[in-house]
């Protein structure tokens, strides 16, 4: 069952669109996440289900209702900008954001939260003494408070350390394991391909992509070898068949021309150089953003 | 309503427990009695440093008579009895004969003579001052200075020559000072209110003599303090809520309520602040006149309905600033937009005199009953001893109350489009098109 979903939906702003005829569905209980190139429309989408900016066009509907004038009720949400009151302490914020949002416990959803991101100690300090992770961490349990049944979270990752992100990445599962359906937009594809159940990519206020990461990477096809050699890219050149490299020092990754036989591939590599690695796999989610987002792009080395 | 009353009691919170709030509580009635504070301690600190004029006396009458008036003042007048402290300047003067070839050449050097503050200044007395009718270009009194109308010494001056031709013309007369005593006696009509019977006893009141307190301190010690309260209280929102705009904190709490809730709340914060300060100035203004032994002219009626018109008027200013501030994008925006928002609380200001000289004359009663004036002139009128048309508050209450919707709802339309516009300057035009097209 769909717990959003979006149709047809068309969002301009002046001249510009910033979304257009867009058809989205979101399951209940799963992590959707949301990529995209900067200013594609990502955040329009996600305004435009928070009821924050109306479709000019089209219907969202949540919980199977159409949007209302009124607030989303259990639907929490951290915008792309974070902001907080920052004379207020941290205790004293999330006390007042659990107000608006009428939490049950709300001392008891504080202190949990407040231990469960390492933030507990810092209860009683003004929110403008803390570092920017921790300003994070604590815009993410205002979100969650109230122990939302959707959670819409704009980029949660960005100026993230790995462990903070860690961190908030186990809370988001556990969320999602208690049922909560999560909505995130990311640039980490490396994350997204990990966490998400569902993936949507919109480019130019288009949806370009949507579906499990599975049925995605099907589309492309097993067009990519891995290889990695004593010799270094210099052992492509020449070879026919190789659409683009893309380099990494040890490793280069090939995209494959439609029809190429990879055993030639192999054959004509070991011919230059001993192989260590030779991998035939499906695109990543990281190649086919850039296959989208960036087709002219110029790579390390085009065969 | 829950939700408004969690951001109305953020708000509140936020305001009331800083210092700034302390502060400014003490601060209003500094400013409000600063000018008045000012002038009763100036009062005592006079300018008693000697004063030094010539007179030019083209009548040839007067110098024996200033001269003696002046020894007169120099030894009775200047010194405090008792205590011989200095109160009043002595005043030393010089009598030159007209220079009748050239007599601006004559003045001219007597000016430069005051401005090296030889001289403090000179008067010059006209040859038919004494009978005007003989040749009325020359019946005149001049007194030239660098300051000559705040000067006190030209109002001395004028007694004794006044005195001196008064005594001159009963002279002239064959008449004594004593028998023409009755014919310069002035009297002065009395300032009085109005008859009133007593609702106890029934009994016929005489009328009491008008006070000053009465008639300008009250209505100008409401009205100010309105102005007050809506400069301390309104104002402060169109930075605020810049900030919560250019901060992102408004798309945070927009995700949990309605712009017209957030708007809401913080009209409401605002008021409850204001509402405080007024309570604790009312309350305390109360106990210090009944310790003064004024209880008897508290106007306790107008108290309430100042609070009714205070609650509209800052619900209304509220809610214009706070428009304002989601429409504005820097400082630069909140400093363009707020003077002309200040507008209905400043021009009430400037025609104050006029409504309190005739509370009930066209000028007053109009604008008092156009609504963005009306808290402010409503409360000067009513609290002047004068009586004003009962449908007059009801009406011009009224009329508030419309236009306070008319404002929430109009601010609610500029709130809903401006607090997450970027970029677009808060001009008239786009102000009408986010109240009129959203």
Same mark, same amino acid.
């Given at each position: 069952?769909?717990?959003?979903?979006?149709?047809?939906?068309?969002?301009?702003?002046?001249?510009?669109?910033?979304?257009?005829?867009?058809?989205?569905?979101? %399951?209940?209980?799963?992590?959707?996440?949301?990529?995209?190139?900067?200013?594609?429309?990502?955040?329009?989408?996600?305004?435009?289900?928070?009821?924050?900016?109306?479709?000019?066009?089209?219907?969202?509907? *949540?919980?199977?209702?159409?949007?209302?004038?009124?607030?989303?009720?259990?639907?929490?949400?951290? %915008?792309?900008?974070?902001?907080?009151?920052?004379?207020?302490?941290?205790?004293?914020?999330?006390?007042?954001?659990?107000?608006?949002?009428?939490?049950?416990?709300?001392?008891?959803?504080?202190?949990?939260?407040?231990?469960?991101?390492?933030?507990?100690?810092?209860?009683?300090?003004?929110?403008?003494?803390?570092?920017?992770?921790?300003?994070?961490?604590?815009?993410?349990?205002?979100?969650?408070?109230?122990?939302?049944?959707?959670?819409?979270?704009?980029?949660?990752?960005?100026?993230?350390?790995?462990?903070?992100?860690?961190?908030?990445?186990?809370?988001?599962?556990?969320?999602?394991?208690?049922?909560?359906?999560?909505?995130?937009?990311?640039?980490?594809?490396?994350?997204?391909?990990?966490?998400?159940?569902?993936?949507?990519?919109?480019?130019?206020?288009?949806?370009?992509?949507?579906?499990?990461?599975?049925?995605?990477?099907?589309?492309?096809?097993?067009?990519?070898?891995?290889?990695?050699?004593?010799?270094?890219?210099?052992?492509?050149?020449?070879?026919?068949?190789?659409?683009?490299?893309?380099?990494?020092?040890?490793?280069?990754?090939?995209?494959?021309?439609?029809?190429?036989?990879?055993?030639?591939?192999?054959?004509? *590599?070991?011919?230059?150089?001993?192989?260590?690695?030779?991998?035939?796999?499906?695109?990543?989610?990281?190649?086919?953003?850039?296959?989208?987002?960036?087709?002219?792009?110029?790579?390390?080395?085009?065969? | 309503?829950?939700?408004?009353?969690?951001?109305?009691?953020?708000?509140?919170?936020?305001?009331?427990?800083?210092?700034?709030?302390?502060?400014?509580?003490?601060?209003?009635?500094?400013?409000?009695?600063?000018?008045?504070?000012?002038?009763?301690?100036?009062? @005592?600190?006079?300018?008693? @440093?000697?004063?030094?004029?010539?007179?030019?006396?083209?009548?040839?009458?007067?110098?024996?008579?200033?001269?003696?008036?002046?020894?007169?003042?120099?030894?009775?007048?200047?010194?405090?009895?008792?205590?011989?402290?200095?109160?009043?300047?002595?005043?030393?003067?010089?009598?030159?004969?007209?220079?009748?070839?050239?007599?601006?050449?004559?003045?001219?050097? $007597?000016?430069?003579?005051?401005?090296?503050?030889?001289?403090?200044?000179?008067?010059?007395?006209?040859?038919?001052?004494?009978?005007?009718?003989?040749?009325?270009?020359?019946?005149?009194?001049?007194?030239?200075?660098?300051?000559? &109308?705040? @000067?006190?010494?030209?109002?001395?001056?004028?007694?004794?020559?006044?005195?001196?031709?008064?005594?001159?013309?009963?002279?002239?007369?064959?008449?004594?000072?004593?028998?023409?005593? @009755?014919? &310069?006696?002035?009297?002065?009509?009395?300032?009085?209110?109005?008859?009133?019977?007593?609702?106890?006893?029934?009994?016929?009141?005489?009328?009491?003599?008008?006070?000053?307190?009465?008639?300008?301190?009250?209505?100008?010690?409401?009205?100010?303090?309105?102005?007050?309260?809506?400069?301390?209280?309104?104002?402060?929102?169109?930075?605020?809520?810049?900030?919560?705009?250019?901060?992102?904190?408004?798309?945070?709490?927009?995700?949990?309520?309605?712009?017209?809730?957030?708007?809401?709340?913080?009209?409401?914060?605002?008021?409850?602040?204001?509402?405080?300060?007024?309570?604790?100035?009312?309350?305390?203004?109360?106990?210090?006149?009944?310790?003064?032994?004024?209880?008897?002219?508290?106007?306790?009626? $107008?108290?309430?309905?100042?609070?009714?018109?205070?609650?509209?008027?800052?619900?209304?200013?509220?809610?214009?600033?706070?428009?304002?501030?989601?429409?504005?994008?820097?400082?630069?925006?909140?400093?363009?937009?707020?003077?002309?928002?200040?507008?209905?609380?400043?021009?009430?200001?400037?025609? $104050?005199?006029?409504?309190?000289?005739?509370?009930?004359?066209? $000028?007053?009663?109009?604008?008092?009953?156009?609504?963005? &004036?009306?808290?402010?002139?409503?409360?000067?009128?009513?609290?002047?001893?004068?009586?004003?048309?009962?449908?007059?508050?009801?009406?011009?209450?009224?009329?508030?109350?419309?236009?306070?919707?008319?404002?929430?709802?109009?601010?609610?339309?500029?709130?809903?489009?401006?607090?997450?516009?970027?970029?677009?300057?808060?001009?008239?035009?786009?102000?009408?098109?986010?109240?009129?097209?959203?």
């Amino acid at each position: 069952m769909e717990i959003i979903e979006l149709r047809q939906v068309t969002k301009t702003f002046g001249p510009v669109t910033a979304v257009r005829n867009l058809d989205l569905k979101v %399951p209940a209980g799963t992590i959707y996440g949301f990529i995209g190139p900067n200013g594609s429309g990502k955040t329009t989408t996600i305004r435009m289900i928070m009821n924050i900016f109306f479709p000019d066009e089209g219907s969202i509907h *949540v919980r199977g209702k159409e949007h209302e004038s009124s607030r989303l009720e259990r639907v929490g949400y951290l %915008p792309e900008d974070r902001g907080l009151y920052k004379k207020m302490k941290v205790y004293d914020v999330l006390k007042f954001i659990g107000d608006l949002k009428n939490t049950g416990n709300i001392k008891s959803e504080i202190e949990y939260w407040l231990k469960k991101l390492d933030l507990f100690d810092r209860a009683d300090k003004k929110v403008e003494t803390l570092s920017k992770g921790m300003t994070q961490k604590l815009q993410f349990i205002a979100t969650v408070i109230d122990r939302p049944e959707i959670i819409i979270l704009d980029e949660p990752f960005s100026g993230l350390d790995p462990v903070n992100a860690e961190i908030l990445k186990e809370a988001l599962l556990e969320l999602q394991k208690n049922g909560a359906t999560v909505i995130f937009s990311t640039h980490d594809m490396n994350m997204a391909e990990k966490m998400c159940d569902y993936i949507f990519m919109i480019h130019k206020g288009t949806k370009v992509l949507d579906g499990t990461l599975n049925s995605i990477q099907d589309k492309y096809g097993n067009d990519t070898v891995r290889l990695q050699t004593e010799s270094g890219i210099d052992v492509l050149t020449g070879i026919k068949g190789i659409e683009k490299v893309n380099d990494f020092g040890q490793i280069q990754e090939l995209r494959l021309s439609q029809g190429t036989d990879t055993q030639g591939i192999l054959a004509e *590599v070991m011919k230059k150089s001993r192989i260590l690695k030779f991998e035939v796999t499906r695109p990543s989610l990281n190649d086919i953003f850039i296959r989208i987002a960036a087709p002219d792009r110029k790579e390390e080395y085009h065969a | 309503m829950h939700k408004i009353f969690v951001i109305a009691l953020r708000e509140y919170k936020a305001a009331v427990k800083t210092k700034s709030f302390i502060i400014s509580l003490i601060l209003l009635p500094v400013l409000m009695g600063g000018s008045l504070a000012v002038s009763i301690i100036t009062e @005592d600190n006079v300018d008693t @440093d000697d004063k030094k004029y010539v007179i030019i006396d083209h009548s040839g009458l007067f110098s024996e008579a200033i001269q003696q008036s002046v020894i007169q003042h120099n030894e009775s007048e200047i010194f405090k009895k008792g205590t011989q402290e200095k109160i009043k300047p002595a005043y030393f003067v010089e009598f030159v004969n007209p220079d009748k070839s050239d007599s601006f050449k004559q003045k001219l050097e $007597l000016s430069e003579r005051v401005k090296s503050k030889e001289l403090n200044g000179f008067f010059e007395i006209g040859s038919s001052v004494l009978h005007p009718d003989n040749d009325p270009g020359n019946a005149f009194v001049r007194y030239y200075s660098e300051s000559g &109308f705040l @000067d006190e010494s030209r109002n001395w001056f004028a007694n004794p020559i006044n005195n001196h031709m008064r005594k001159l013309r009963l002279e002239e007369m064959h008449l004594s000072a004593d028998s023409t005593k @009755d014919l &310069f006696n002035w009297t002065n009509i009395e300032d009085l209110g109005l008859l009133k019977v007593d609702e106890a006893s029934g009994n016929i009141q005489d009328a009491e003599k008008s006070n000053p307190i009465q008639s300008l301190l009250i209505p100008y010690i409401l009205v100010m303090l309105m102005f007050m309260l809506g400069i301390m209280g309104s104002t402060p929102l169109i930075t605020a809520v810049m900030e919560e705009k250019m901060e992102k904190i408004a798309e945070v709490l927009l995700a949990t309520v309605t712009p017209a809730q957030f708007m809401a709340g913080k009209v409401l914060g605002s008021t409850c602040v204001s509402l405080t300060t007024a309570t604790i100035y009312i309350a305390a203004g109360i106990i210090t006149a009944s310790q003064l032994g004024y209880a008897n002219m508290i106007p306790y009626n $107008l108290v309430v309905w100042f609070f009714i018109y205070l609650i509209f008027f800052l619900i209304m200013m509220g809610s214009l600033f706070t428009a304002l501030g989601a429409a504005c994008n820097d400082n630069k925006d909140a400093q363009n937009v707020s003077f002309p928002a200040m507008m209905p609380m400043i021009l009430p200001l400037l025609v $104050l005199m006029p409504v309190l000289k005739n509370p009930i004359g066209g $000028l007053a009663t109009w604008l008092s009953l156009f609504p963005p &004036f009306t808290p402010m002139l409503m409360i000067t009128r009513m609290a002047t001893p004068v009586s004003i048309p009962v449908w007059q508050p009801i009406a011009g209450l009224l009329g508030v109350f419309l236009f306070t919707l008319f404002a929430v709802w109009a601010g609610s339309r500029i709130f809903r489009t401006g607090i997450l516009m970027q970029g677009q300057k808060p001009t008239m035009s786009n102000l009408f098109k986010y109240v009129f097209r959203g």
